[in-house]
Structures are given as C-alpha cells and as structure tokens.
C-alpha cells in the first residue's frame, strides 16, 4: 500500500486546515487509519485514529480535530479546527492493514503544518 497525504500549509492561530491521505493498493476490510505529528526532535505522536471499532485522539486534540474515512475512495481525513502554535508538526498518514493472514504497516510522505501568526 502506498499512501499520498496533502492538505498542509501555513494557518493563523484559530484557523483550520484539512489533510487528506489516498492509499493505492489494496487495504481490505480490516484496516486502521491514523494520523501521525512529529516535531524536529521529538518522537513521533499519534493525533487520532480510526477503525471500525473505535475512533480515538490524543488529548491535545480532542474537541478540535475530526478524523474521518472513505473506505471506498481509501482515504482518511483529518479535520483540524482551532489550531494552535503546538500543533505546528509534520503530520503523518499511517494505514494498518491486515490481509488476513499479517498486518502491514504503511506511511504517507509527511505533510507540513505551521500555525503561526
């Protein structure tokens, strides 16, 4: 699977921005879709994260950023509203897909995000 994020850019503090991820190939029907950010220096973090189960964000996010998905278009979304100076990263796309006997574990390029005034 190969994953095409876009959607970054540079807001204001208090604006929004929506990133995309499309996967090319094959990403059955067991699969999570997450959203990844990593500052220079800083381990990467997962922001949120989605699946048939659950959806789940980090507490830095939660209330101001959506994750969503189009299993038919295998894309997943990530809304990002009320944005602040701290969620200036390099946000990542990451598919787990299982095909019925492992799971693979894919990522998109990285995508910049700068909030800043």
């Known amino acids: 699977v190969q994953l095409q994020a876009s959607g970054g850019g540079l807001v204001q503090p208090g604006g929004s921005l929506r990133l995309s991820c499309t996967a090319s190939?094959?990403?059955?029907?067991?699969?999570?879709m997450n959203w990844y950010r990593q500052i220079p220096g800083n381990q990467r973090e997962l922001v949120a994260s989605i699946s048939d189960m659950s959806t789940k964000y980090a507490d830095s996010v939660r209330g101001r950023f959506t994750i969503s998905r189009d299993t038919a278009k295998k894309t997943v979304s990530l809304q990002m509203n009320t944005l602040k100076p701290e969620d200036t990263a390099v946000y990542y796309c990451?598919?787990?897909?299982?095909?019925?006997?492992?799971?693979?574990?894919?990522w998109g390029q990285g995508t910049q995000v700068t909030v800043s005034s």
């Open positions: 190939g094959n990403i059955f029907r067991r699969n999570i």
């Open positions: 990451n598919f787990l897909v299982f095909d019925g006997t492992s799971w693979s574990d894919s």
